[in-house]
């Protein structure tokens, strides 16, 4: 029998407590052995509930018990998590979270006290809920040169900006919408300004490269602009917009960004819609595979928790390796990526080539008949904005996705 503990009871940790018991026979055959959730932490009460009974609220009853050698910390946040986190890897049990803030924040920090201590500090569900897109990369993809990370890594802005496609509503209205059927928070900044998908691409990013990634060297632009004009040009060129999360390997270095993005209909990523998420990893050898499924919820959150929980249990007195090192990965200026942009204009395509050179997918919309919309050729990001800022033509303008980040 191994004695595991979950700290926090919410959304996260309740979906942990159901799988390892709904799954109890089957979490046995495949581990060697029964895993028994002896405490549960939380500040709460939870009368009537299945936790009553091992309910604490004293976390030395955790960290003081031998017996337990897992911990899923599921409270989110850096306090009291980071602190606890700490002291049961020093005390020699593996810690399990779901946790982004906190990985994006001390993970490499916490990954090392688990190498000196034999134990392990695990992630999955940090990234992608019940996607298993960190085993990917650190199983599956081994023998690989990750080229490009790139995905759809937040459900609530991306449920948003389908309403508004799909639906024709505004911002604000999508908005509502998610806060009603419980997908986005009330104070939704994290998910709408990008911030979430930013540390997860991080976490991701320092795992495909093999060098620390700090997400607050990203550039990250959220969706609060987005209007439904802009919906309505994206259409009309044949594409969709997303808040893609992206990193990618070019010959002078490491590029990462957060953005919300034209993509082409040939690209995958426009048919995830809703609250579900994708991730596209290119390897040099097996070109590009695509992950897909729910970003968050209880359950398939709860799924890759558990799953990382059944690793330690299966490799006791051992550190499971991943490529997550602590020297620091430089990344190039977003500015100085190439790339095609597409621009609101109020002015003709003459006017336009004079400022940006050639143009295509020229289009107009009948209820804005004052201005245009075209993409540009290839131009490295600093020398588009310097060229957008000097014309007072240009309104508004997006980052294009190339067409073969789809294709190779």
């Not at 942990?16 to 895993?35: D, F, K, S, Y």
């Not at 790139?150 to 449920?159: D, K």
């Not at 190439?338 to 336009?352: L, N």
């Amino acid at each position: 029998m191994a004695y595991a503990a979950v700290m926090g009871y919410g959304t996260v940790g309740a979906g942990v407590v159901q799988v390892l018991t709904m799954n109890r026979e089957i979490i046995a055959r495949r581990t060697g052995e029964e895993i028994d959730i002896r405490y549960v932490l939380d500040l709460r009460e939870f009368p009537g509930s299945p936790v009553e009974k091992i309910l604490t609220h004293d976390f030395s009853d955790i960290l003081n018990d031998p017996e337990v050698s897992v911990v899923v910390e599921t409270m989110g946040g850096l306090k009291p998590a980071y602190e606890f986190t700490k002291q049961l890897l020093l005390a020699g049990k593996s810690v399990c979270t779901s946790n982004k803030e906190l990985v994006a924040e001390h993970g490499v920090e916490l990954m090392k006290i688990a190498r000196e201590n034999n134990v392990n500090y695990l992630f999955e569900a940090s990234c992608g809920g019940g996607i298993p897109i960190i085993r990917v990369l650190n199983s599956s993809l081994t023998a690989e040169r990750i080229e490009e990370v790139t995905g759809i890594l937040n459900g609530t802005t991306n449920y948003i900006l389908t309403s508004m496609t799909e639906q024709g509503k505004d911002f604000g209205q999508a908005l509502a919408e998610a806060q009603e059927k419980g997908y986005a928070e009330l104070h939704p900044e994290a998910d709408v300004e990008g911030w979430d998908a930013c540390r997860k691409i991080a976490i991701l990013s320092s795992l495909a490269y093999g060098k620390h990634v700090p997400y607050g060297m990203i550039r990250t632009e959220g969706i609060t602009s987005v209007d439904k004009t802009d919906i309505a040009y994206a259409e009309k060129i044949g594409c969709r917009i997303k808040l893609l999360a992206t990193s990618r390997r070019e010959k002078e270095g490491i590029w990462a960004l957060v953005t919300p993005m034209m993509i082409g209909k040939e690209n995958p990523l426009t048919a995830v819609d809703g609250v579900m998420n994708a991730v596209m990893v290119k390897g040099n050898a097996v070109g590009t595979t695509m992950y897909y499924g729910s970003g968050a919820g209880s359950l398939p959150t709860a799924s890759a928790v558990v799953g990382d929980v059944i690793d330690c249990v299966k490799h006791p007195g051992k550190t499971i390796r991943n490529d997550y090192s602590g020297e620091l990965q430089e990344l190039l200026p977003a500015d100085e990526i190439a790339r095609p942009f597409f621009v609101r204009y109020t002015g003709t395509p003459e006017e336009a080539e004079k400022t940006f050179g050639k143009i295509s997918d020229v289009v107009a919309l009948p209820d804005h008949p004052e201005e245009i919309g075209f993409l540009t050729g290839m131009i490295a990001e600093k020398t588009f904005r310097e060229l957008a800022g000097g014309d007072p033509r240009v309104k508004r303008w997006f980052r294009r996705g190339k067409n073969e980040e789809a294709e190779e």
